[in-house]
């Protein structure tokens, strides 16, 4: 009997299965060898799967498995939200539609510089939340602070890893400076830095304000990229 695909110790089968990319005319080398690592990414098929926006959905899923913040009743603020993977994570986990009778009702508010498509159970704006007044128009979207403030936010790559650095760092800084505002005592901050993590004065910071902070790469996070992720826990309140 013929064996089925993938069948046997070898693996000859699933690596028979892999997607091949043809080379295009005008296409760039660099723009194919994306493709190609997006065609063959489990994470890319399975969000396809189960409906998730992107494969990033999995790093907050996997992050949240780990330190438990997603909770059914929980206020949820995602920074730079686009194009919404994180979002419809936590509209699920803290039961922002209400589909689990007997838990608490969860309020999610996505906010990005541009406009999304809408999503089930999630307030969704268009803000630079690093303009003057920000803070308040989350706590009245809100209806009060939150629970949680996270971020999957990334500048633009200018191909010098050291300017990278320091722009994804500055993202974090500011993210985490809304934080200090609008979270609740007791909340959590998540957000994208690199591959030493939060580092310097964001770190002492960060340790200053909140009971617990770790520094950790999803198994999500793609082995050849240099992010990481900081979860700080046990906002201590504005006036730590």
């Known amino acids: 009997m013929a064996?089925?695909?993938?069948?046997?110790?070898?693996?000859?089968?699933?690596?028979?299965?892999r997607v091949r990319v043809?080379?295009?005319?005008?296409?760039k080398l660099s723009s194919t060898l994306w493709l190609d690592r997006q065609l063959n990414d489990p994470y890319v098929q399975k969000a396809q799967k189960e409906g998730y926006r992107g494969r990033a959905a999995y790093k907050i899923l996997e992050l949240d498995d780990k330190y438990r913040f997603l909770v059914p009743g929980?206020?949820?603020v995602d920074l730079g939200a686009a194009p919404g993977g994180w979002c419809q994570v936590?509209?699920?986990?803290?039961?922002?539609?209400?589909?689990?009778?007997?838990?608490a009702v969860g309020t999610i508010l996505g906010i990005d510089i541009q406009q999304m498509e809408p999503i089930p159970g999630c307030d969704l704006h268009v803000l630079d939340f690093m303009e003057d007044g920000a803070d308040?128009?989350?706590?009245?979207?809100?209806?009060g602070n939150a629970d949680v403030v996270?971020?999957?936010?990334?500048?633009?790559s200018s191909g010098h890893k050291q300017t990278d650095h320091l722009r994804i760092i500055a993202l974090c800084e500011a993210a985490a400076s809304l934080a200090f505002d609008v979270l609740d005592e007791g909340g959590t901050?998540?957000?994208?830095v690199l591959a030493g993590g939060a580092e310097g004065q964001l770190q002492a910071e960060l340790k200053k304000r909140f009971t617990k902070v770790i520094n950790v790469k999803?198994?999500?996070?793609?082995?050849?990229?240099?992010?990481?992720f900081v979860v700080a826990t046990g906002f201590k309140g504005r006036s730590s």
Not at 22 to 27: D, Y
Not at 218 to 228: G, L, N, Q, T, V
């Open 22 to 27: 043809k080379t295009a005319r005008g296409r």
């Open 90 to 103: 936590a509209v699920r986990r803290a039961n922002a539609l209400g589909e689990r009778k007997g838990k």
């Open 136 to 143: 308040d128009k989350v706590k009245a979207w809100l209806g």
């Open 3 to 17: 064996k089925k695909p993938g069948s046997g110790n070898s693996g000859r089968g699933l690596r028979d299965l």
């Open 74 to 76: 929980a206020r949820i």
């Open 189 to 192: 901050f998540v957000a994208k």
């Open 150 to 156: 996270m971020s999957d936010m990334a500048a633009s």
């Open 218 to 228: 999803p198994p999500a996070s793609r082995s050849d990229s240099s992010e990481k």
